[in-house]
């Protein structure tokens, strides 16, 4: 056992630190620390910026332009970044799509659609969840029937995150109705730009624009785009989910949360004495630090254990569980430490339209606490991990 | 010992809960919210005719109500439609000071409330005084026969709406004294008042004021000088009451849409209620509610008497705790249905939330509730 940081992960650290500072541009790390959201032209850039560098791919294989970061390194890239406001990197293409290609698509579909994941040529979304087939995925209806040398897709997928920006969306569509339900999926790559393809926004309760409902008629697409083989989808799918839960606990997000909750709670003033000093919140604070110092280490020994690229098991639900707890709780106190500025919305103010009002760490805390009930709902909801953990543990 | 409503309560919350169910639909009510005033004069001149605003003010103010339960009982309706009609601050606050401490002249606005003919608003709370009620630092000096007002006001609600606001300001004693703090009625039209209007994330508006050299003739205070405190802790407790039982009607409205879901929402092929996992939750949900309401009902039937300053913290803090937990626990078990702005249990839930930042957090009432239990 050694919990102290290597002196090659010393300079790792520095380096990362360095770029961001040198890199990140100033106005984007501005409008995100108000609680704006990126542009797609300012996310594309930022993207661009670390693939210049050859950071925009941490599990990547080298062979493909990734970094083969361990999961210290990961750790460290993730932490500073949320430090310094950075955007997140859209996890689409990079850790959810590619590694299924990698995995068991074809030669030319890594050739073909990899660099494209990696220059920004190619946004994806996620085409999973149906209004029928949430937690249970399997009951997917999207139907896809081969004729000739491509599928016909109809059908509908929902809760698209980011389907407004994309113009690719990786899906599970039904190939076979007729036998046991995880049997008969398929996973298709889709061109959003053919004809029949149908993008609708839903709004959520903070008012964004992140998901979408995406409408299939009459689609055609071609053979080439299917993954794999016909209805293997499922096993690809299930592998991707586990992908889609390695930064899953979200230390890095935390420990900048729990960090912005400290300063606000110094600035902000209770009783004529500063926040931080009210034992009720003082206590509140200390609470969330202590699991979020035994979460860093849960998380560091839970992915190192993982080969690098690999995903771990059952530990991936934990880690999810815990960690999304974690976050919600700092959202709830950040809210918290605003007092009365918190009820303000002015939505403008956060993308830099307008002045904020109050202190200007305040105006988005009470809707980013909002949206981010989504942690514990998407990605296998909470439910759903603690009965993957039981069910892996007991049997049944 | 009788937990029934009088028979007058009673046709008030039939009438009241009738009127929402038909006029307040989720999608009547996003409207309204997205609207540029942030409410419906409509709908406020409906409330004010069924006597909605009349049952918050005694005989003697010239309504037919004015106690804790008329409190409730209002405003538990309002809370389960998620009204964002500015009641608490026209009705119980602005109308309930004046009221308190008015001569019969400035009476008259009282009148005019219970009619449906003005709206009032509350400047008391400072970019810098959080949730402490005695912290003002806004200053009014005499010149002259008249008085000067200098300060700014924070988040006050329903500003923009009202003709005139009931701002506080100190005329003598430290920053955070209780003494010296007075109240005065402020036409929103007067030279040197100034506002930033803004929606909140709850429904409704509020504004930033300032007050730069804002005069006036001193017929404008109520009471007497440095002596408004008491009526202003009398008419916050009032509208603590108010907030709980608005939560208490609102987390009614999310448990009743959580439980509809969960009978009917089928994954795995059978309604997702049938999952103990979510049934327990459920059933925790239920529980709460109706330790909830029996700290409304507690808060409520001590509004008058000597123990209602902890009373008031109690529920608070109580009705915060559960607040958080059934709005967090509905969406959860809705999914990602429990996430979208369309769907009611959106607004619900903001709303229920959002009442934590008014008149004092749930760390505040804890703060309030042991300094009390203590003395
Ligand atoms: C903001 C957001 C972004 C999303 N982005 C995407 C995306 O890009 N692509 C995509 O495909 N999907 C996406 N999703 C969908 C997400 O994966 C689903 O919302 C999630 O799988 C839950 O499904 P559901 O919403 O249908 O809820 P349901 O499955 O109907 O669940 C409702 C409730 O029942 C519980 N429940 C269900 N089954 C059980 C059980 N067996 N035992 C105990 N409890 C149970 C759930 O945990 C939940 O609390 C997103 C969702 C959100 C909210
Ligand atoms: C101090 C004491 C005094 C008692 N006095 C009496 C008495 O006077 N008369 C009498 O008749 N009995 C008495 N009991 C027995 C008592 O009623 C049983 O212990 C109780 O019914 C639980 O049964 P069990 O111990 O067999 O546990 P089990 O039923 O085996 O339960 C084990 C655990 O599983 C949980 N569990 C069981 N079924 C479910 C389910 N469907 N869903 C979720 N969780 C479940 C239980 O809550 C418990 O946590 C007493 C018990 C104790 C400890």
Redesign the interface.
Known sequence: MDLSYSPEEIAFREDVRAFLNEKLPDELAEKLRRGGHPSKEEQENWHAILNERGWLAPNWPKEYGGCEWNAVQRHIFEEECAFANAPRVVPFGLSMLAPVLMKFGSKEQCDHFLPRILDGTNWWCQGY?EPGA???LA?LKTRAVREGDHYVVNGQK??TTLGQHADWIFCLVRTDPDVKQQEGISFLLIDMNTPGVEVRP??????THE?NEVFFDNVKVPVENLVGEENKGWTYAKYLLTHERTNIAGVGFSQAGLAGVKRMARA?????RP?IE?P??AA?IARVEMDLMAMATTNLRIISKAAVGQAPGVEASMLKVKGTIIR?EIN?LA??A?????????SEALEGDNDP??PDYAGHL??E??NY??L???GG???IQ??IIAKVKMGG | MNFDLTEERQMLQDTLRRFLADRYATAERNAIIDSDAGFSSDIWAQLAELGVLGALFTEADGGFGGAGFDITTVFEELGRAGVVEPVLDTAVLGGGLIAALGNDAQKSLVEEVIGGGVHLAFAHGEPASRYDLTRVETTAKADGDDIVLNGRKAVVANAEAAGQLIVSARESGAVDDADGISLFLVPADSSGLSQRGYPMLGGGRAAEVTLDDVRLPASARLGTAGDAFPAIAERVAAANVALAAETLGAMETAVELTREYLMTRKQFGRPIGTFQALAHRFSDLLIELEQARSAVINAAGHLGDADRDRQIAAARNLIGRVGRLVAEESIQMHGGIGMTQEYELAHIAKRIVMNDHRLGDTDYHMERFIELSAA
């Open positions: 969840s949430g937690s249970d009951s929902t809760w839903i709004i959520l309760l903070d008012g998901v902000e003033v209770s009783g004529g926040l009210n009720h919140f509140r919600q709830d809210r918290r605003a007092g009365p500025y918190a009820m303000p919305f002015v009002v109050g009470a809707a606490y909002f009930r989504k514990s709902i998407f909801s909470n439910e603690r009965g």
